[in-house]
């Protein structure tokens, strides 16, 4: 099949298309990390372009008025601009360290609203996204033999810190450049590629396979299954691997909801279940204690910065948090207080606002993709996206990793407004070998 053409790609789709081609160039020099937010609000000011100048555009340039459910993205993360500035105000931090947090929100909050607004708002369509992913898949494939010819010659693990984290102003993770880990007290190898640490990597290849999935040229699908899946196992991330296993069969059920043949096996299935229901759970039990000890150390370590998250929560900032993160103990490895889990940062960080402010528009994106998945393909792809970002917020702080993961959330904004414009493909109209 010939490669489809994209004639005269729009502004947008050339920024995304430039952004996602330049990720390892931007990874030697540590610029990763500043290129997600750069382009995040690039994008921003050509939706706000766009609206300005809808009176005068034709109807079909013109973009649609945004949805419920994309004003709840913008209105709540906004909202976490100001309960950060409650919290700094209530522990006092001072106008320093106020206006370095409001950069940090800049940089991940406000970013899990702007790009789905753009994917809604600009004509970026999925195909250029899906492509450009795929084509950094070879970039990927290009360049695995070299980061594993580094361990098996025992080359330094870490190449250099970048000179660009006196701008980014946060760890220096975000700024090395490392060619592979070792798991300690395990001796195994791991790798992260352009990610800040290896569970990060695992999480960019579940949304780059997800991606690949829409691709309609065999040749580049396949790149980019190939490389998604060295990265989540190279990575060794047990997310990862759950989240490959699962997410498409879930996905594939819900768009099969509304046929009765679907209820007609479901039915007997589940009274099939119900008799073997303790078996199950037993199993189920067991799979879990697998999963916690495959790094047990790891998986103690997340637990405890879990309860001190919550007791320290619940005592002393319970409505907007303590304003900034903090570092644990040394029974938790120094680690910030609430890492590795979405909820406990918030709760710890800004309070149960914070945590409702990002509760609502996911709870409400949840159920417009799952609508959309009933009617369409490649609403399919749109609640994959949410349920991974929901998947993740119980093992990763999904702001600090809007940088790397902001495809999903583009991706989401497009199929909601294929989805308004009736542009999504029916369920029996498949991309070939798509699946």
């Not at 298309?17 to 160039?25: D, H, K, P, S």
């Not at 001796?187 to 695992?202: L, V």
């Not at 989540?232 to 099969?256: D, K, N, Q």
């Not at 940062?345 to 959309?372: E, N, Y």
Request: hydrophobic share 55%; with cysteine; aromatic share 12%.
């Amino acid at each position: 099949m010939a490669a489809p053409a994209y004639p005269r790609q729009s502004s947008a789709e050339k920024l995304i298309t430039l952004t996602i081609g330049a990720t390892y160039g931007l990874w030697l020099i540590g610029g990763v990390y500043m290129a997600g937010p750069v382009l995040g609000w690039l994008l921003a000011v050509l939706v706000a372009r766009a609206y300005y100048l809808a009176p005068i555009m034709g109807r079909d340039e013109a973009p649609d008025p945004l949805p419920v459910t994309l004003w709840l993205w913008l209105v709540c993360m906004a909202a976490m601009e100001g309960i950060l500035l409650l919290g700094h105000f209530n522990f006092d931090l001072g106008l320093g360290q106020t206006i370095k947090s409001s950069v940090g929100w800049a940089k991940g909050w406000a970013l899990l609203a702007l790009f789905p607004v753009a994917g809604y708002a600009l004509p970026i369509r999925l195909e250029v996204l899906v492509r450009a992913v795929c084509r950094l898949a070879r970039q990927t494939l290009i360049i695995l033999p070299f980061l594993i010819a580094a361990w098996v010659l025992h080359l330094p693990q870490v190449l250099w810190v970048s000179p660009l984290k006196a701008l980014g102003g946060s760890g220096d993770e975000y700024f090395t450049v490392i060619l592979y880990t070792i798991e300690p007290g395990v001796g195994t190898p791991r790798w992260q590629f352009f990610a800040p640490w290896s569970p990060a990597a695992g999480m960019v290849a579940v949304i780059h396979f997800l991606l690949a999935r829409e691709e309609v040229e065999a040749r580049w699908r396949w790149t980019g299954y190939v490389a998604a899946v060295l990265m989540a196992v190279l990575s060794t991330s047990r997310m990862a691997l759950i989240a490959l296993a699962i997410m498409i069969p879930l996905t594939l059920l819900v768009g099969r909801l509304n046929r009765p043949s679907t209820w007609a096996i479901a039915a007997p299935l589940a009274l099939a279940l119900s008799w073997f229901l303790p078996a199950v759970m037993a199993i189920a039990n067991n799979a879990q204690e697998g999963f916690k000890g495959a790094r047990a150390d790891s998986s103690r370590v997340r637990a405890a910065l879990g309860r001190i998250a919550v007791n320290r929560w619940q005592d002393e900032a319970y409505w907007f948090g303590h304003g900034i993160v903090e570092r644990g103990p040394h029974m938790v490895e120094y680690m910030p207080i609430g890492s590795h889990h979405s909820w406990y940062g918030l709760l710890f960080v800004k309070g149960i606002t914070g945590a409702v402010a990002l509760a609502i528009p996911m709870l409400a994106t949840l159920g417009a993709c799952f609508r959309a998945a009933m009617r369409d393909r490649a609403g399919r792809l749109g609640l994959a996206m949410i349920l991974t970002y929901w998947f993740y917020s119980f093992g990763e702080n999904l702001e600090v990793l809007t940088y790397i993961a902001w495809p999903a959330l583009l991706a989401i904004g497009i199929v909601l407004r294929m989805a308004r414009r009736g542009e999504l493909a029916p369920l029996d109209r498949v991309p070939a070998g798509a699946g």
